[in-house]
């Protein structure tokens, strides 16, 4: 162990948990091989005393100072799975003495094997090591599906807004995952098979914002060593030997075979990566040196064309000053070849638009996308202001008019709905059945028909009842939702200006 080491050591501890350490460390011995540890004065600054200690913690401890992830004194949020990576960690916080938290996500996905995995993680948190502990149960598949997304993404959208909500809720300083040297692997190979640049390919971020990833410096097998010769156990998640998952396939299938080819392949790799995330940084540098984003008194944001066009390769630049506003390859190269063309053509993200000017691409806020995220309107709930603003009323009688030609108004059979009601943005696919028809359209097909224009078909918001649309907001309801005779309860649902 190096003299830098050792005045980290000392410097993270003081005298009194030095000691204890060393008494800890003696008594209980984990791996052998004497190694120095603190230096006295009576040795000159020659390290005399040895002890046998861990080097998987000394390693540990090392890059937690090294990366400036936390000090002793940070209150730290441990995201634990049950898995051997996470447990672990859990260990080595533990016997670095550091205040910390167990949270965990039940996915429900895999059964009575995802309810074993959280009584686990209660046990480990509150039995072995006394600590406050976060648990919060999923129905993954569903809001997957309500969100079209992958059950993958969906789990990691979960994860981290419970993981963030309770950080700040229980006032920790981070979040800290058990991301390994291996998971970094796997992701160079998935971004790579997605054809990502530089940022996707220079790993995972050892930190992020508030969240750490402290067991980066750790292959796999290290772990697995660790945790086989301190007898720490853990959960096995069945899934892993599936293949149905790309990073599973990497793991299970690519990974091998490159062992056979390379035993030094995965150094040599993250090697490549630190050298890749280096050469990201100066090309992040070129990148600020050259950008032409300009940001007007009201907000707009713009790109001069002419300045633009001498920018090689075009449209290279170009997606890398536009992706934070949400525009993907697809659009910029779209964009690109609009350069030369009139002006007025309009490009959206699913947060922003761009229109070409004659000198300029103009960047704006799509007003009232509040991130197309989608929401829930309780039943009881009278009046909203986000993402649309709408006043909800209950008749209980059906003496008002079944027509109505105000569009920003709905006339509803409450009976007919099941709370609660969801509002969001149109997707591709969509149909319902237009108030006054007998068949559905699709609403792409009504957009069309309506004149509606990009922007006005990009601030329309959807009123929805168990997937069926019940009102296009502003535009028609859905036939199938009108009051009749035979409505009991009505509900009025009007938009405000």
Request: charged letters at 30%; glycine letters at 4%.
């Amino acid at each position: 162990m190096g003299t830098k080491k050792l005045v980290f050591l000392h410097s993270l501890f003081n005298g009194g948990d030095v000691a204890q350490l060393v008494e800890q460390r003696t008594e209980n011995p984990c791996v052998t091989g004497s190694i120095p540890v603190v230096a006295t004065k009576s040795t000159s600054r020659d390290v005399l005393f040895l002890f046998n200690f861990v080097p998987m913690l000394a390693k540990f401890l090392e890059h937690l100072e090294k990366n400036k992830l936390c000090g002793k004194s940070g209150k730290i949020l441990l995201a634990v799975s049950g898995g051997v990576d996470s447990v672990v960690m859990a260990e080595l916080f533990s016997r670095a003495g550091f205040d910390f938290g167990i949270i965990h996500c039940n996915f429900n996905l895999r059964g009575k094997e995802s309810d074993a995995d959280e009584k686990f993680v209660r046990d480990l948190a509150l039995k072995k090591y006394k600590s406050p502990c976060f648990v919060r149960c999923f129905d993954t598949k569903k809001v997957a599906v309500h969100n079209h997304l992958s059950i993958q993404e969906a789990a990691r959208n979960l994860r981290y807004d419970y993981f963030e909500e309770i950080r700040k809720k229980e006032k920790y300083d981070f979040i800290a995952t058990a991301h390994h040297a291996d998971d970094q692997i796997e992701t160079f190979f998935i971004n790579l098979l997605r054809g990502s640049g530089i940022s996707g390919l220079s790993g995972i971020p050892v930190k992020q914002k508030n969240i750490i990833r402290p067991m980066l410096f750790a292959f796999r097998n290290e772990i697995e060593d660790f945790a086989k010769k301190n007898n720490v156990e853990y959960r096995t998640d069945s899934s892993n030997k599936s293949n149905k998952y790309l990073r599973n396939k990497i793991r299970n299938q690519l990974m091998p075979l490159l062992q056979t080819i390379s035993p030094q392949y995965r150094t040599a790799i993250n090697t490549t990566i630190s050298n890749l995330k280096n050469t990201g940084i100066i090309y992040r540098s070129q990148l600020e040196k050259a950008s032409l984003l300009k940001t007007d008194k009201s907000g707009l944001i713009t790109i001069a064309i002419d300045e633009l066009k001498k920018l090689k390769p075009s449209l290279h630049y170009l997606y890398e000053f536009i992706v934070p506003f949400g525009f993907n390859r697809h659009v910029c190269e779209d964009i690109c070849n609009s350069l030369d063309e009139i002006s007025g053509k309009i490009f959206l993200s699913p947060t922003h638009r761009m229109v070409k000017d004659r000198k300029n691409l103009i960047i704006e806020v799509i007003a009232g996308n509040s991130l197309c995220k989608d929401f829930m309107l309780a039943e009881d709930v009278k009046q909203i202001t986000d993402p649309v603003k709408l006043k909800i009323s209950e008749k209980k009688t059906a003496a008002l008019k079944t027509f109505s030609t105000d569009k920003d108004t709905a006339l509803l059979d409450k009976d007919k709905l099941v709370f609660p009601l969801i509002i969001r943005k149109w997707q591709r696919g969509d149909y319902f059945y237009p108030f006054g028809m007998k068949g559905k359209k699709k609403l792409s097909d009504f957009f069309t028909d309506s004149k509606l224009s990009v922007i006005d078909k990009s601030n329309t918001w959807l009123l929805c009842s168990d997937d069926n649309i019940v009102w296009v907001i502003g535009w028609r309801i859905d036939d199938r939702y009108k009051i009749n005779k035979r409505t009991q309860n009505i509900l009025q649902v009007k938009r405000l200006k």
